[in-house]
């Protein structure tokens, strides 16, 4: 039956992505290359509402034949209908500059949703506002992080696999079966949009897996506090680039939320580097850190949190060592450092 549900989420991606392409092509929904972006060729957007489909009907099949824990018709009902609004905004966004207020609001308000199931399991209601900035960080970090090809829908299925492991070890498989179908879904988009892509995600995706990859990880702290640790371990890529670009763009006085290229991603790009290879370089991290310590952490859940924190520590230092790299080429390249 599992084996279905991941099949099924992969193969409604697969035909939706296909379909939002000639959909983008037809309403002029393409990304034109600028100063700002990292492509080359005008690009249809908006594929990820593939993921959100597919999500949104296998969760409630699997709710259907595989309850859980936390898998009442309350908590399915408000991820759902958070991921529906963050998916509205995305896709308004999408089709027409949405401003950044009331699309604030409308992620406030899909995380609200989400947390009030989460604290009906019997959660202190003094955990709300760090959910609610947390939920939406994340919703806006994985859309920050949506710059080249195939970063996102690669860093999607790392992450919700290993969501997906951990779940499956605190013995829930419903949260397991959810974490490994954003996994399926993810790969679906994939096959279209890894270099060069013939699609982009586009706001309705990037903001979708940022919330599901949130809520995920929420749900897997409320089942077992201890698993946070190997959690957060899994997604140190992201939250590092994306965290340290933010407080560095804030520190200078820039507006934070305008588009630029300055994630460590977009300058190993501008450098001369290829999607591919950039992608590579998150996928060793992945692969090579990420996943054997988020293992570590999980078999040892006493030095947990130290391995945590060492691994952020290793990313913001691996950071700082490759955003100094990449600003000397660009001095020896211009005679000058770009800001």
């Known amino acids: 039956m599992a084996t279905g549900w991941l099949l099924a989420a992969l193969l409604i991606t697969l035909l939706l992505v296909r379909s939002a392409i000639g959909y983008a092509h037809r309403r002029g929904m393409l990304d034109q290359p600028g100063q700002r ?17 597919a999500m949104l009907l296998c969760l409630l099949g699997e709710w259907w034949y595989l309850p859980g824990v936390f898998w009442s018709f309350g908590m399915v009902a408000g991820l759902s209908g958070a991921l529906m609004l963050v998916a509205l905004a995305g896709w308004w966004d999408d089709h027409r500059s949405l401003p950044v207020l009331p699309r604030l609001a409308m992620q406030l308000l899909a995380v609200l949703g989400f947390s009030v199931a989460l604290l009906a399991t019997g959660l202190s209601f003094w955990w709300l506002p760090l ?11 994985h859309n920050f992080m949506d710059g080249i090809d195939g970063l996102l829908a690669q860093q999607a299925i790392f992450v919700a696999s290993g969501l997906a492991g951990l779940a499956w070890t605190a013995a829930e498989p419903m949260l397991a079966l ?7 879904s993810a790969l679906g988009f994939w096959c279209y949009n890894h270099p060069p892509a013939r699609i982009f995600m586009g706001d309705v995706g990037s903001g979708s897996v940022g919330l599901l990859i949130f809520a995920f990880t929420a749900m897997l702290w409320r089942l077992r506090h201890d698993l946070l640790w190997p959690a957060l371990t899994l997604s140190s890529a992201f939250v590092v680039d994306a965290s340290l670009t933010l407080l560095t763009r804030m520190w200078r006085g820039r507006c934070w939320y305008a588009a630029h290229r300055e994630h460590l991603y977009q300058w190993l790009v501008r450098r001369g580097g290829s999607h591919a290879n950039a992608d590579k370089g998150y996928l060793a991290w992945n692969l090579l850190v990420a996943a054997p310590l988020a293992w570590l952490a999980c078999s040892h859940l006493r030095l947990a949190l130290p391995i945590t924190m060492a691994v952020y520590l290793l990313a913001a230092v691996l950071w700082l060592a490759l955003k100094r790299r990449c600003l000397r080429r660009d001095l020896f390249k211009d005679g000058h450092v770009a800001t």
Do not use: D, E, F, M
């Not at 972006?37 to 489909?53: D, E, K, W």
């Not at 959910?131 to 970090?141: A, E, F, Q, T």
């Open 178 to 184: 959810a974490a490994a179908t954003l996994a399926a």
């Open 37 to 53: 972006r990292s492509h080359r060729l005008p690009t249809p957007r908006g594929g990820g509402i593939g993921i959100v489909v």
């Open 131 to 141: 959910l609610l900035v947390g939920g939406v960080w994340s919703i806006n970090l």
